[in-house]
Every structure is written in structure tokens, then in C-alpha cells.
């Protein structure tokens, strides 16, 4: 092939790939991409099954002390979804072309990053219920948003995980609105984990726009369909009218509806906190990865079986 003729042929396939994209084609694995593109959803996919696999951590301190049968069933039941959205993620990312051991260490080693809010330690038994009313209430605003990401295996995970997000979002908020009917101790717990964790649900869809390096190529490949700030205010928006509903307050002095925006206006985010966090040097960064790292060690017999087992099919079956 000549010298000038590569290039002509990889710009004819990225016109051809920037058609499909704006046309609203599913991208799927066989396709041709630019390898930035291949980048930015490895990047993002894995992160966001790091969360999923992370966020069983906080929720999970609290299955032995869940206060009835009934809350320990309904809980067991989260955190065992969250362990599945895991594995649709990583089996999304390894369509791409990298290897589950190798998103594992990104993870362990802290070069990929899961979702700041996992940082945060469960105090009491309202946390499970402000994590599960709000993070998994955050979580569907963004996911919903990416059922229509560009690439087909990301989007269709997205699917089917928000079919149980409503679930676990309605158990967070039973739980919350429950306490809010309680005792005075139990009305002081729900409201002092609303203080705690709403300022780290709103940081969860990241940075603001004007601060977001990966949001114009998110935009431009139609992997993002919602900028970060548009949808924290959508998650605001819906959030403080369930708060009123059940008397709690939320910790931010500054809210207020804005007739002229039809949204509500807010504090500004405390974005120290938030790059400190995701930097590594949150409450439990290094607890969460340590007990991943005992896990995933300790879990090592599990995995060596079923290639053994695998290995003993093939050989059976040739
Ligand atoms: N936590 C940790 N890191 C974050 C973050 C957060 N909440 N928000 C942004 N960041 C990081 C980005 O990863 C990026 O760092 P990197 O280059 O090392 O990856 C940097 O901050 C700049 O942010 P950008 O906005 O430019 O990055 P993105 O365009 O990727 O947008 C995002 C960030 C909105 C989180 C996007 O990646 C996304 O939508 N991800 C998928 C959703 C997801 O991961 N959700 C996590 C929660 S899952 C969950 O809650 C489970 C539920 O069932 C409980």
C-alpha cells in the first residue's frame, strides 16, 4: 500500500464512524473505532463497575445489623444487584479489548478510579437508607441519561441495571421516610445522614462542565447525552420535593427555587473535598481497596477451580 493511502483510508473510516455516531448508531465491538474512542469508554466503563463493586463495601457493614428480617433480606438483595451491575460493566468493558485482571489492578493499584461517594463510612442504619434514596436516586439520573450512550454493550447494561436501580432508590427512601415517623433519636439519625451524604451525591456526577476534560469528546461521540451539571440539577430538582415530603431538611442554606430557571439554585460544592477524595485520601479510600485487595486474594481458589474446570471441558470435549 502506498504512503499516502493509509491515511486516506483512516480518515474514511472516521468520516464513516462520525456519521454513524451523529446518525445514532449503536456502536458495537466489531465495529471500527478510533482508538480514543476505544480509550474513553474503557476509562469510563471500567470506573463505573469499579463503583458498583466498591459500593457493596458500605452497604455491606450493615448486613448483620439490619433491624429486621424483612430489612436484611430487602438489603442482601441491594448489595447483591450491585455485585451483578459489576460484572455486566467489566464484561462491557472487556469487549474492548481489556482484560478483566488487567481493570482489576488499574483498581488496586489506584490508577482507575470508582465513584467518590464510596468513601464515606455508614455510621448508623440511616446511611443505608440516604445511600439507597440518595446515591442510587443519583445513579439513575445518570444512568438513565446513558441507555442512549453511543456504544451498544455499555448501553444496553444501562438497561437493564436501571430496572433495579427504582428498587434500590424506593427501599432507600422507605427506609428514610420510616425513621422520619419514628422516635425523635430515629428523626435526628435520618436527618443527620442526609447532612452527611448530600453533598457527596450532588459531587457524584463530577465536575462542573466548564471544569470536565472528558466531557466535549463524552459530547462529541455521543457517549455523554447529559452534561454532569445538567444532570446534578435534574437530580436536585426531584430530590428536595421528597425531602419536604417526609420533613427533612436539606443542609444547604442557599437553596432556593429559581422561578426564572425553573430549577432550584444551590451552595457552591465544596470541590476540595471532592478531588481530595478522588485523589485517594477520602475516610475510607484506603480501606475500601484494602478489603477489595483481601477479597479478591482470598477468592483466588474460586477463580483457579473454574479454570481447572473449564480447562478439564475443554479437554473432555475435543
Ligand atoms: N467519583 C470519582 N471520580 C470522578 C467522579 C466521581 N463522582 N466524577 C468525575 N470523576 C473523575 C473522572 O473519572 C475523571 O478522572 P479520570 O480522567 O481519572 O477518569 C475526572 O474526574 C474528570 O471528570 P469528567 O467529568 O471529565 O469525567 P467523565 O466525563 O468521565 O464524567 C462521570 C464523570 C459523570 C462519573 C462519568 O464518568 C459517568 O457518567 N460514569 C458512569 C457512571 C458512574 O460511574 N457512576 C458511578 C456511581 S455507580 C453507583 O452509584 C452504583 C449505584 O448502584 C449505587
Redesign the pocket.
Known amino acids: 500500500m502506498s504512503s499516502n493511502t493509509a491515511p486516506a483510508i483512516e480518515d474514511a473510516r472516521l468520516s464513516k464512524f462520525e456519521e454513524r455516531v451523529q446518525k445514532g448508531d449503536a456502536i458495537e465491538p466489531r465495529d471500527w473505532m478510533p482508538e480514543a474512542y476505544r480509550k474513553?469508554l474503557i476509562?469510563?466503563?471500567s470506573?463505573?463497575a469499579h463503583?458498583?463493586v466498591i459500593?457493596m463495601q458500605p452497604e455491606g457493614n450493615w448486613i448483620t445489623r439490619a433491624p429486621s428480617i424483612r430489612a436484611k433480606q430487602i438489603l442482601l438483595a441491594k448489595i447483591q444487584?450491585?455485585g451483578g451491575?459489576g460484572l455486566y460493566l467489566y464484561s462491557a468493558a472487556e469487549t474492548l479489548g481489556i482484560s478483566r485482571e488487567e481493570m482489576i489492578e488499574q483498581l488496586q493499584t489506584g490508577k482507575?478510579?470508582?465513584?467518590?461517594?464510596?468513601n464515606y463510612p455508614t455510621l448508623t442504619w440511616a446511611d443505608i437508607g440516604a445511600?439507597g434514596w440518595l446515591?442510587?436516586g443519583?445513579?439513575i439520573v445518570?444512568?438513565v441519561?446513558?441507555q442512549r450512550t453511543s456504544y451498544g454493550p455499555y448501553s444496553r447494561a444501562m438497561v437493564r441495571?436501571c430496572k433495579e436501580?427504582s428498587f434500590?432508590q424506593r427501599q432507600g427512601y422507605e427506609i428514610m421516610a420510616m425513621m422520619m415517623k419514628g422516635t425523635p433519636e430515629q428523626r435526628e439519625m435520618a436527618q443527620d445522614a442526609m447532612n452527611r451524604w448530600w453533598w457527596p451525591s450532588l459531587?457524584?456526577?463530577?465536575?462542573h462542565?466548564s471544569?470536565?476534560?472528558?466531557?466535549s469528546?463524552?459530547f462529541r461521540w455521543k457517549?455523554?447525552r447529559h452534561s454532569?451539571d445538567e444532570?446534578r440539577t435534574k437530580f436536585i430538582d426531584k430530590t428536595v420535593q421528597q425531602a419536604e415530603v417526609i420533613g427533612l431538611t436539606i443542609p444547604d442554606p442557599e437553596l432556593k427555587w429559581n422561578e426564572a430557571t425553573g430549577h432550584y439554585d444551590h451552595g457552591e460544592i465544596n470541590w476540595d473535598e471532592?478531588y481530595r477524595?478522588?485523589q485517594g485520601n477520602g475516610q475510607c479510600n484506603k480501606q475500601r481497596i484494602a478489603h477489595h485487595k483481601k477479597a479478591h486474594n482470598d477468592g483466588a481458589w474460586v477463580r483457579a477451580a473454574a479454570e481447572a474446570y473449564k480447562v478439564k471441558q475443554a479437554v473432555k470435549n475435543n
Not at 482507575?112 to 464510596?118: L, P, T, V
Not at 459531587?203 to 465536575?207: A, D, I, V, Y
Open positions: 474513553h476509562r469510563q466503563i470506573q463505573h463503583s458498583e459500593g444487584d450491585e451491575h482507575a478510579k470508582y465513584s467518590n461517594i464510596f445511600i446515591v442510587d443519583a445513579a445518570n444512568q441519561s446513558l441495571i436501580e434500590h459531587m457524584m456526577f463530577g465536575p462542565d471544569d470536565s476534560p472528558h466531557s469528546d463524552a457517549i455523554k454532569n444532570l471532592f477524595v478522588i
